[in-house]
């Protein structure tokens, strides 16, 4: 059934919140592109050095996270800009997208521990011998890529940022083939070369594990999926007790990145102004927004009566306005007065009118009403109800 409907902006600090959340991502994949290109560099200078391809490998890896940083630099750029005639609802899916493709890079790297370890277990003749500078190389650069990811893993909760939620464990995945690399070389340097294989084996399917679970996030979010239940329900709870709504159905959520959106239908009293209605609607927007931050695009969709009462079986199409005014001066009659002002209620799938007279009309109106209405009504089916009102004072 027709029904009012409108969307209330965000405040304008959004902006700025935004702004500095970009700027804090942006400042985050710097830290990380900087730090991999000079743990890269030593790598592979200290690898061919003391012939520890291991190393070297573990280099070409950290290499591949220059690239990753580099997309979550451009995602953090891009991913605030405000919305725009091609992105009504803003550029937040840049970030979702980064995330599931660093979930998928995740789920390879794992795949490929996991059946280079194999390989190695079935090959342990024929290893080089390695220098110790290797070790200590591949010490610091274990304790450089934890480091990198316990900071970056705070920035993802100080900005709520999923994208640097995945880069950090990127950079924990990175940790971990520093830990094969380091218990490889320290193995083979005591003895026990059957080490690395096996560490990189466990490290391997705990990072594919993880990118599964980051790209799983990522396509969830892409689809629309809904907030959890319990989430919902604290929104119902905060919409039902804003003043002037006396019902409330169809509530629908989704994520974007770190914010939230939803839409709601919401039933007011079926013959209030179109003014408060519009009041109630900004309200229950106020409302969600102050008691839910996260939330931060809400669509009010004000309802007269609950859709799922109307009936089944419409009458037909309903007449608008212009017709019901026909049918409200051939009900009073062609040279009867003309109503000052008409409401129109369509409620249950019928209509009820409300037609206001001047004082000197009434007398005319309830001459024709008493030899019209009850045979009028019943060739209209469609009207439920029509009230005449006088208005004393001047409108």
């Not at 990811?149 to 920035?155: I, P, S």
């Not at 599964?212 to 604290?234: F, H, M, Q």
């Amino acid at each position: 059934m027709p029904t009012s409907e409108h969307t209330v902006s965000a405040p304008p600090t959004a902006g700025d919140s935004a702004t500095l959340r970009s700027r804090g991502i942006q400042r985050t994949a710097l830290v990380a592109i900087v730090t991999n290109a000079v743990l890269a560099v030593s790598q592979i200078i200290i690898g061919l050095f003391a012939n520890a391809f291991s190393l070297v490998a573990d280099a070409a890896h950290t290499f591949s996270d220059l690239v990753t940083d580099l997309l979550v630099l451009l995602a953090g750029r891009h991913g605030a800009d405000p919305a725009d005639h091609d992105h009504p609802y803003g550029h937040g899916r840049i970030e979702t997208i980064t995330s599931l493709l660093l979930g998928a890079v995740l789920t390879a790297v794992g795949i490929g521990f996991l059946l280079s370890s194999g390989v190695r277990l079935q090959n342990m003749d024929g290893l080089p011998a390695l220098h110790p500078a290797a070790l200590v190389v591949a010490v610091i650069t274990l304790f450089a890529k934890e480091g990198l990811f316990r900071y970056t893993l705070a920035a993802s909760r100080r900005f709520k940022a999923p994208i640097l939620e995945a880069n950090a464990w990127h950079a924990r995945s990175d940790a971990a083939s520093s830990l094969v690399v380091a218990v490889g070389i320290g193995g083979s340097l005591s003895g026990y070369a059957f080490l690395e294989p096996l560490a990189a084996a466990v490290v391997g399917f705990l990072i594919m594990h993880m990118g599964l679970k980051l790209a799983w996030k990522a396509v969830r979010e892409l689809i629309d999926t809904g907030l959890p239940e319990e989430d919902v329900a604290r929104l119902r709870q905060t919409i039902v007790a804003t003043p002037g709504v006396i019902g409330l159905h169809e509530l629908r959520t989704r994520r974007m990145a770190d914010r939230v959106l939803c839409d709601a239908h919401v039933q007011v009293d079926p013959r209030i102004t179109v003014s408060e209605g519009h009041h109630i609607s900004d309200s229950v927007y106020m409302a969600v927004r102050t008691a839910h931050p996260e939330v931060k695009d809400v669509l009010v969709h004000i309802d007269p009566e609950d859709d799922d009462a109307v009936p089944s079986v419409p009458l037909g199409p309903l007449p608008e306005r212009r017709i019901i005014a026909s049918d409200l001066q051939a009900l009073i009659g062609i040279d009867g007065p003309a109503p000052r002002r008409t409401q129109v209620h369509y409620l249950g799938q019928r209509i009820e009118v409300d037609a206001f007279f001047a004082e000197d009309d009434a007398p005319a109106v309830m001459d024709a009403l008493k030899r019209r209405t009850e045979t009028w009504m019943r060739a209209h089916p469609h009207y439920r109800r029509i009230s005449f009102f006088v208005e004393i004072a001047p409108h």
